[in-house]
Nanobody
Framework: QVQLVESGGGLAQPGGSLRLSCAASGFTFSSYAMSWARQAPGKGLEWVSGISSDGSDRLYADSVKGRFTNSRDNAKNTLYLQMNSLIPEDTALYYC??????????????????????WGQGTQVTVSS
């Protein structure tokens, strides 16, 4: 069965960094684009970033552009989110998600979240001094 397991969250100071990982299993990871999303306390689900199946195409929400880097290692079936220059507004539960059908770029964003069929359990990121 498909499993997505996030890890790497924690407490960081403003200006600090964290690296999230998402270990995937149960499907051909290298055949699917993947996305990161987050949900802050009391707010709705926000798409953060998407990456194409081969890692060559990446898209970011304006709120994280220039600070976060989405990457993947298809040999390890793992997705990463490097988060730098963290700000308190980045505090949220972070999820990785798999689309029902492979996509790329803006299409993956448009299809979020209704056309995504598997999600991880989330990893908490808290940015506070």
């Amino acid at each position: 069965q498909v499993q997505l397991v996030e890890s790497g969250g924690g407490l960081a100071q403003p200006g600090g960094s964290l690296r999230l990982s998402c270990a995937a299993s149960g499907f051909t990871f290298s055949s699917y684009a993947m996305s990161w999303a987050r949900q802050a306390p009391g707010k709705g689900l926000e798409w953060v970033s998407g990456i194409s199946s081969d890692g060559s195409d990446r898209l970011y929400a304006d709120s994280v552009k220039g600070r976060f880097t989405n990457s993947r290692d298809n040999a390890k079936n793992t997705l990463y989110l490097q988060m730098n220059s963290l700000i308190p507004e980045d505090t949220a539960l972070y999820y990785c998600a798999k689309p029902q059908v492979d996509c790329s770029g803006y299409v993956c964003y448009v299809r979020f979240p209704n056309e995504y069929d598997y999600w991880g359990q989330g990893t908490q990121v808290t940015v506070s001094s």
